[in-house]
Structures are given as C-alpha cells and as structure tokens.
C-alpha cells in the first residue's frame, strides 16, 4: 500500500449507459436474471465507501505465472507466451495502488478447467487458469500466460466467445468492485460476440481491448499485450465539516 | 469550447460468465494447488468479538429457477459497527474479523452460506445510525453488472423502522425483500432476481 492518505470521498455516480444493460436478450440468459424494477440510487454511505484491501503476503510465488503455477516441475503449460501487464487507474487518472487482481480464462485451444465444462477441445495437464497480483503503488499490474482460444458456447447454434482473459478487481471501496473481460486486438470475433455486445457504445468496447505492446515484448520469449483498467473516481474531501465527502 | 474536464470513463462490466470460479474459488471448481485456500471463505477466527451468526440463501431467477454458478460476496461492519479498512476514519476495527466474505452457491443446491457476526450500526452521511446490515454484490452467467443489495435483520424491528436507507424504499411492500429470517443463530435471506418478489437493488 502507499503512504497516500486514504481517501474517504464518495465514489463519482456510475455511468449505466456506458456499462451494459442488464437486460440484453442477444445474451440469452440474461433475459431470466435482470431484474425489471428500476435500481434504488443511494447515496454512498460508509457501507460503500470502504472495501477491502488485501496485502502482499497473500501472494504465492507463482500467482502471477499461469503458465508455471499449475505445472509439474520443469514442464510449462502449451501456447502462445504472453506477457498481460498495464496500470489500475480511477476516473481521476489516479493510480490505484494495493488494487487485488484476479484472472481466470480458458487454455490455449479454447478449454477450462472446471468440473461442468465439457469442450471437446483437450485440458493442458499443465495449465489450471487462474491467477492474481497486486498493484503497486502506483497501479501497474503484470502477469504471464498463455493466449487463451476462442470457445463455443450454447446461446445460438454456432456463437464463439473471442478469445478473453476474465479479470475480478477490488479497489478501496466495495462500491468499486468490478468484473469484466480483456479481448485481444484484431480479434474478429470480438464484434460477433452478444457478450461484448451486451455493451452499447463501440467506444466502451474498445475499452476492452488490450493492444499488443511491442515495446514490452520479451525476445524470445514472450509477446506483450497491454490492459489498463479505470476504476471509479471518487470525490475530494474538501470540506471537512461533511462527514463523508463533498 | 471549454476545457476538457480530462476524467477517464469506468472500464465497462462483463458478466462473470459460468466459470467464475476458476478464478474466485479454485479450489472449489477442482483446481487444487495452486492457491491454499480459496479467497473469503473464513471471515471469522476464535477471537473474533461479537455474536455468531450464519447467513444462508439461495438467489432465484425469474422463472423462480435456483442459480447454481453464482457468486455472491458480502461486505459488513465488526461487532461495534466499524469496518476493517484503510478507508474507516473512527477507530480501529477488530483485527480478527475481515469483514469481507465470498461464497459460491452450491452446484447441486444452490445455497450460499457465510459464517460471520452480526453487524454493529453505522452512521448514515447525516450521522443518524442506520440499523444493522450487510453489503451484498452477485455475479453470474447472465448478469451483466454486479447487483448490489443489503441483508437487513428482520427481529431487529426499531432499527430497521429508523433505517435512512429503507426508509427511502416508495413502495413498501417491497421492504421485506431486505429482511432476513431468524431461526435460532441463522439468517435466511434469499434473492430474486426478477419478478413478483424481485429484490430491492441498488445503484451505490
């Protein structure tokens, strides 16, 4: 964690018409899990303003290698090497250093590991899938992997997900929590996908889409491809005799 | 023109889709190995203060179906109504409560447990105290963005007739959707989606 003050300012009003809607009938079961009553705008409370944080000693060594952390000794999992990396920001463009990252995808042909899942593509012995880090101070994040494939999945009759790295991020509040998926540049599928398209503003698509990173690319070894994620700003505590922020 | 107020915009939600816990609860999803534990599942430990309790649901959706791949989380103040986290500014939360939980509802039942305490109260932005309650957030396949939701104590009826947040429910029969059931130490509070008996949730 830094040795930035906590801030205790309420969190900037979420932008529903940025995020997907909850009701997207392309994305079939959505149709049964959105609810239909309008949400209850409250106003952060303490409740929300706080959150977790978690510290660095819950990290094993390998948390950040998911192509080594689920291996048998001297072996790696099968598939492109890449390198995900980028900055954990809010609104403000602050770095939001402490920030817990967890991420969890498919192997390189498109398969995960989980007892429900039966994709007749093969299971990497050497690859489980998950994985988490924490920012630095200033919010950069790193971790390796694999490029996962695409996948088919039962919605229509022939619908794939692009290929994605799902991603779980806890802020400073609970009101920031956010789950959402990274896509790869230049991936087609992207714009054939009901999920991604469950997003109404092709801006806000472009959003997920990490850009491979050249620069950042490890010879011989490893591509690199860049996510930043913005989390929700928050408002300054500029007058102090409000309990909880402007 | 005017200047550019330079804000960034929020990375967009995606759902956490049927495999969530790959990720969240490994060990649960059968990847051993490769975290201890999975992350949440203790909130308490023997020296924890205050009164044990269980919270325990299933979430339905509006087919009155039971969600067996959710994943639900829980937020809530120690026994005296502080929180454990960088962000509480009135004193020092108890050291052996985290004050965070996570739970996958069961593959075969559905239901969501939490073994924690009950919360004390916390003040409202007016400072008035609000009755005690719990923060909830659900992901799934299907939901797009995390609900959020409160679990307030149904037999603590004075606090909840005073509770600012309730208070601004309009429709009132729509209050007891919060309300969890006492029986002996455990609270049953479950969760629809959609429909007739559609949960209060909120935009935070």
């Known amino acids: ?246 | 023109m005017v200047q550019s107020l330079g804000y960034l915009k929020e990375t967009p939600s995606q759902t956490a889709g049927p495999y969530v816990h790959i990720g969240c609860t490994p060990n649960f999803s059968g990847i051993s190995g490769v975290y201890a534990t999975d992350l949440g599942i203790a909130m308490t430990n023997d020296k924890t203060l205050g009164e044990r309790i269980t919270l325990r649901g299933h979430i339905f959706d509006g087919t009155g179906t039971v969600l067996r791949d959710a994943l639900v989380e829980i937020w809530q103040a120690d026994a005296k109504g502080l929180y454990n986290s960088p962000a509480e500014m009135r004193g020092t939360a108890d050291g052996n409560f985290t004050g965070w939980g996570r739970c996958p509802t069961d593959m075969e039942s559905g239901e969501y447990v939490f073994e924690t305490i009950k919360p004390g109260r916390v003040p409202y932005r007016d400072g008035r105290l609000m009755a005690p309650h719990v923060t909830l957030w659900i992901v799934a396949r299907g939901i797009n963005i995390g609900l959020q939701t409160r679990l307030y104590f149904a037999d603590e009826e004075a606090a909840n007739a005073e509770d600012p947040v309730l208070q601004r429910i309009e429709h009132r029969n729509r209050v007891p959707t919060l309300l969890a059931r006492k029986d002996g130490s455990t609270y049953h509070f479950d969760i629809h989606l959609q429909g007739e008996k559609e949960t209060v949730f909120f935009d935070i």
């Open chain 1, 1 to 246: 964690m830094s040795n930035r003050k906590p801030e205790t300012g309420a969190f900037f009003q979420r932008d529903r018409q940025w995020h997907p809607p909850a009701y997207t009938p392309d994305y079939k079961t959505s149709v049964v899990r959105s609810p239909q009553r309008a949400l209850l705008s409250l106003d952060n409370t303490l409740s929300e303003i706080t959150g977790p944080v978690f510290g660095h000693a819950l990290l094993g060594e390998l948390d950040d290698d998911l192509i080594h952390n689920f291996a048998k000794p001297g072996e790696s999992a099968i598939g492109q090497r890449i390198i995900v990396h980028g900055r954990v920001v809010d609104e403000r463009g602050v770095g939001v250093g402490g920030a817990l990252l967890e991420f969890w995808q498919a192997n390189a042909g498109g398969r995960y590991r989980h007892r429900r899942e039966g994709y007749v593509a093969a299971l990497d012995p050497n690859f489980g899938g998950c994985g988490r880090t924490i920012t630095d101070e200033d919010g950069y994040y790193r971790f390796r992997t694999v490029k996962p494939g695409a996948y088919p999945w039962p919605n229509g009759v022939n619908d794939w997900r692009p290929a994605h790295i799902h991603f779980s991020v806890f802020g400073h509040g609970f009101a920031q929590r956010l789950i959402t998926q990274m896509y790869f540049e230049g991936d087609p599928m992207i714009w054939q996908c009901p999920i991604v398209k469950s997003i109404p503003d092709k801006a806000a698509i472009e959003q997920l889409i990490a850009a491979l990173d050249r620069h950042n690319t490890i010879p011989m070894d490893a591509r690199a491809y860049k996510f930043d994620i913005v989390l929700r700003g928050r408002r300054s505590t500029l007058f102090e005799n409000r309990l909880e922020g402007n």
